[in-house]
């Protein structure tokens, strides 16, 4: 069996890649994540990985309920698996609201991919569920994809979480 050595063109073309993707070759990334608490708003530092993560709060896109995650044990972590609460309210926000059916899922927008991980919803009470399974495996800008059925009715609450 040849072995092949990488050569310089290889190695040029690994760190433009790393580098496009918001990663240098020497150093790892932090766990430190940013959240907005709208769907755009301005991200607030939610600390390090023995730190309480904010929950994350948005109205839907026709402001038929108000979604809201929050992290549990800590900020979310890079490349392992975290679970999450997941609570919909009202449009006044403390009112609980139960659709027919709810999904959450995640994604990297500007990269056009989500979780390589299917989520898994039980619900623990009245418009309140936990999602385990949840893997966030690079640095970056993630959106929580919060949607709810409701007779042939879709709609969808956004929440940006920046992973660095």
């Known amino acids: 069996m040849r072995h092949l050595r990488p ?18 070759p020497d150093s790892a990334p932090s766990r ?37 995650v929050t992290p549990l044990g800590g900020a979310v972590p890079m490349n392992a698996h975290f679970a999450v609460e997941l609570a ?9 609201f139960d659709p027919e059916e709810v999904t959450l899922d ?28 949840l893997l966030f495996h690079m640095v970056g800008v993630w959106q929580f994809q919060v949607d709810v059925r409701q007779g042939a009715r879709v709609e969808r609450a956004q929440m940006d979480l920046t992973l660095r």
């Open 7 to 24: 050569s310089r063109l290889s190695c040029a073309a690994l760190a433009l890649t790393l580098a496009a993707c918001g990663e240098r």
């Open 32 to 68: 430190a994540a940013t959240s907005d608490t709208s769907s755009r708003g301005v991200d607030t530092t939610a600390g390090a990985a023995t730190a309480a993560a904010p929950p994350l709060r948005a109205a839907s896109n026709a402001g038929t309920f108000v979604a809201e």
């Open 88 to 96: 919909l309210f009202e449009p006044d926000g403390t009112t609980p």
């Open 106 to 133: 995640a994604r990297m927008e500007e990269h056009e991919h989500g979780m390589l991980r299917d989520v898994v919803l039980a619900r623990v009470g009245a418009g309140r569920w936990r999602a385990e399974g």
